[in-house]
């Protein structure tokens, strides 16, 4: 029978990372993956999707170019192949899951394709794949847990049809004419952006009164406006009630009032739910958070020596977040001495304009009792967002009033995303207001809002 130190359930970004570093440290590692390395993140999340988005940017942008456009291009009827375009993002994926294998391989990691059944916290079968199909047994001593999580589905609406969650969205073979898509979170919005982008007839049901609930609604507004200015149709404080063989899909208002919208598919784009079912987890008890497997600073479960990483563990669920726990923990079992007590774990919406966030906002600071002083620079006042025609939105600063240490970042505009390093790095470094106000930031570049910010802040701006 097979044993190894590390056993990881899942090649996700929580999972191959952890193994990769595991085996760096010369633990022996086996990971066990059912579907394809890379999980979620790389197959169906954040890599085909953000290539989704580039084409409908890429496509939108040319579609905007008429007699009128004051840059003096034309471009006449542009159209889009979409089948084509799945592939070329289904290249990308490829090419980033071989090198996953590659990397596993490279370090030594034993990679056991099937699905994984826990015995108990130290014996594990997989129903393997290959054709040499059967049943391997493996124990080990540490047992990780990256199974990651599933879209949600509405129970009175399953998935099927026209029903679709965003793994079909990342893979269409042709453009529905209407899709309606219910959740106005991140996969809502991103993927209802870029449908709109390219040529569909959007509609947005949120059941909250306002998009993006989770985040400052200062920081919503822009692309607010956006979604306004790409025609998408808005149901906020609405709730779903069923579609009907017929493609009607009745909503029902805050205020009672029943209505019906005429689609051709939905996105159901609801929430994500950590994967617990299915494998046999029940029979070790572990403690729960939720629908989450409950973890400790250093990502152990409540079973010494069962660990827990990524999705599985609950909120945040991003990839940079289920990485940077799975390095801990193979340092842990290492016997390196480490917490994930981390400065910030910044988040990013890719919208258009897009969001960046990185630690507290002004009103989480008050909430955590803390005296802060806040300050915003527009991009409206930079002068490389009007190179790019993208003055909407800004970079803001948050910073403790006694000591000028900052404790958080937030920004909306075209391309912030690319910010969210510095805004993490100055939060992890212990930054003050004075560290980033001296600090030269080159010109032109959206970066120098950040550094505006942080002046104005201090009461010395100079372009604002
Ligand atoms: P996963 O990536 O879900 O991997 C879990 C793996 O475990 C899967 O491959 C699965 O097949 C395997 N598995 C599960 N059970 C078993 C079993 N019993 N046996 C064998 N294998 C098993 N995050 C960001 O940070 N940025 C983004 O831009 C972003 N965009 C996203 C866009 C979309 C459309 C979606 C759906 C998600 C997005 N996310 C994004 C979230 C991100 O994908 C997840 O947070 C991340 O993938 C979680 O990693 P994980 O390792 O915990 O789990
Ligand atoms: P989400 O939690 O971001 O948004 C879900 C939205 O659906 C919320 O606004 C919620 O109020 C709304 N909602 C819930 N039930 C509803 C109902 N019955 N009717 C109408 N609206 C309803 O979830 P998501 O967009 O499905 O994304 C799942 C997770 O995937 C995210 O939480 C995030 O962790 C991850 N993700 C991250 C990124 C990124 O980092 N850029 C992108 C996509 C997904």
């Given at each position: 029978?097979?044993?190894?130190?590390?056993?990881?359930?899942?090649?996700?970004?929580?999972?191959?990372?952890?193994?990769?570093?595991?085996?760096?440290?010369?633990?022996?590692?086996?990971?066990?993956?059912?579907?394809?390395?890379?999980?979620?993140?790389?197959?169906?999340?954040?890599?085909?999707?953000?290539?989704?988005?580039?084409?409908?940017?890429?496509?939108?942008?040319?579609?905007?170019?008429?007699?009128?456009?004051?840059?003096?291009?034309?471009?006449?009827?542009?159209?889009?192949?979409?089948?084509?375009?799945?592939?070329?993002?289904?290249?990308?994926?490829?090419?980033?899951?071989?090198?996953?294998?590659?990397?596993?391989?490279?370090?030594?990691?034993?990679?056991?394709?099937?699905?994984?059944?826990?015995?108990?916290?130290?014996?594990?079968?997989?129903?393997?794949?290959?054709?040499?199909?059967?049943?391997?047994?493996?124990?080990?001593?540490?047992?990780?847990?990256?199974?990651?999580?599933?879209?949600?589905?509405?129970?009175?609406?399953?998935?099927?049809?026209?029903?679709?969650?965003?793994?079909?969205?990342?893979?269409?073979?042709?453009?529905?004419?209407?899709?309606?898509v219910v959740g106005a979170g991140y996969i809502g919005l991103e993927?209802g952006m870029?449908?709109?982008?390219?040529?569909?007839?959007?509609?947005l049901i949120e059941a909250q009164d306002r998009i993006l609930p989770a985040y400052?609604?200062?920081?919503a507004?822009?692309v607010l406006?956006?979604l306004?200015?790409?025609?998408v149709?808005l149901h906020l404080?609405c709730?779903?009630?069923?579609?009907?063989?017929?493609?009607?899909?009745?909503?029902?208002?805050?205020?009672?009032?029943?209505?019906?919208?005429?689609?051709?598919?939905?996105?159901?784009a609801v929430?994500?739910?950590?994967?617990?079912?299915?494998?046999?987890?029940?029979?070790?008890?572990?403690?729960?958070?939720?629908?989450?497997?409950?973890?400790?600073?250093?990502?152990?479960?409540?079973?010494?020596?069962?660990?827990?990483?990524?999705?599985?563990?609950?909120?945040?669920?991003?990839?940079?977040?289920?990485?940077?726990?799975?390095?801990?923990?193979?340092?842990?079992?290492?016997?390196?001495?480490?917490?994930?007590?981390?400065?910030?774990?910044?988040?990013?919406?890719?919208t258009?304009?897009?969001?960046?966030?990185?630690?507290?906002?002004?009103?989480?600071?008050?909430?955590?009792?803390?005296?802060?002083?806040?300050?915003?620079?527009?991009?409206?006042?930079?002068?490389?967002?009007?190179?790019?025609?993208?003055?909407?939105?800004?970079?803001?600063?948050?910073?403790?009033?006694?000591?000028?240490?900052?404790?958080?970042?937030?920004?909306?505009?075209?391309?912030?995303?690319?910010?969210?390093?510095?805004?993490?790095?100055?939060?992890?470094?212990?930054?003050?207001?004075?560290?980033?106000?001296?600090?030269?930031?080159?010109?032109?570049?959206?970066?120098?809002?950040?550094?505006?910010?942080?002046?104005?802040?201090?009461?010395?701006?100079?372009?604002?």
């Open positions: 029978m097979p044993s190894c130190t590390l056993l990881v359930i899942g090649g996700g970004p929580g999972g191959y990372v952890a193994a990769i570093r595991a085996a760096q440290l010369g633990i022996s590692t086996t990971l066990i993956e059912a579907e394809s390395l890379g999980g979620t993140c790389l197959n169906i999340g954040c890599i085909p999707s953000k290539a989704l988005i580039h084409a409908a940017g890429e496509f939108h942008k040319l579609s905007q170019y008429g007699p009128d456009s004051p840059l003096g291009i034309q471009a006449q009827s542009p159209a889009i192949d979409i089948a084509r375009t799945v592939v070329w993002k289904d290249g990308i994926v490829g090419r980033l899951t071989g090198g996953v294998a590659a990397l596993l391989k490279k370090s030594g990691v034993n990679v056991v394709r099937g699905w994984a059944r826990i015995i108990d916290g130290k014996t594990v079968d997989v129903d393997i794949q290959n054709k040499d199909a059967g049943v391997l047994r493996i124990t080990c001593e540490h047992l990780l847990l990256a199974t990651g999580s599933q879209p949600v589905a509405l129970p009175f609406m399953p998935f099927g049809g026209p029903v679709i969650s965003s793994t079909q969205a990342l893979s269409p073979s042709r453009l529905p004419h209407s899709l309606a993927l870029a449908y709109s982008k390219l040529g569909v007839k959007v509609s400052d609604a200062e920081l507004k822009p406006a956006a306004k200015k790409l025609g149709d404080s709730s779903v009630l069923g579609l009907n063989e017929k493609g009607i899909l009745r909503l029902k208002s805050a205020q009672g009032d029943e209505t019906g919208l005429a689609v051709e598919q939905v996105l159901v929430g994500r739910r950590p994967r617990t079912e299915g494998f046999g987890l029940e029979s070790l008890l572990l403690d729960m958070d939720g629908a989450a497997l409950r973890i400790d600073d250093q990502c152990c479960t409540s079973m010494r020596n069962v660990w827990a990483i990524g999705d599985v563990a609950g909120e945040p669920m991003l990839a940079h977040r289920a990485m940077a726990q799975g390095a801990m923990v193979a340092e842990i079992i290492a016997g390196g001495r480490r917490r994930f007590v981390p400065a910030s774990i910044p988040a990013v919406c890719f258009d304009p897009e969001i960046v966030v990185a630690g507290m906002s002004p009103s989480e600071a008050a909430a955590a009792g803390l005296d802060c002083i806040s300050a915003a620079f527009p991009f409206a006042a930079n002068g490389r967002a009007m190179t790019l025609e993208s003055t909407d939105g800004f970079v803001r600063v948050v910073a403790r009033r006694d000591n000028h240490l900052v404790v958080g970042w937030q920004a909306v505009g075209q391309g912030v995303a690319e910010l969210s390093t510095a805004f993490s790095q100055s939060l992890e470094m212990g930054a003050c207001l004075e560290d980033i106000a001296g600090t030269i930031h080159a010109h032109p570049a959206l970066g120098e809002a950040v550094h505006e910010a942080a002046l104005r802040a201090l009461g010395q701006a100079l372009h604002v």
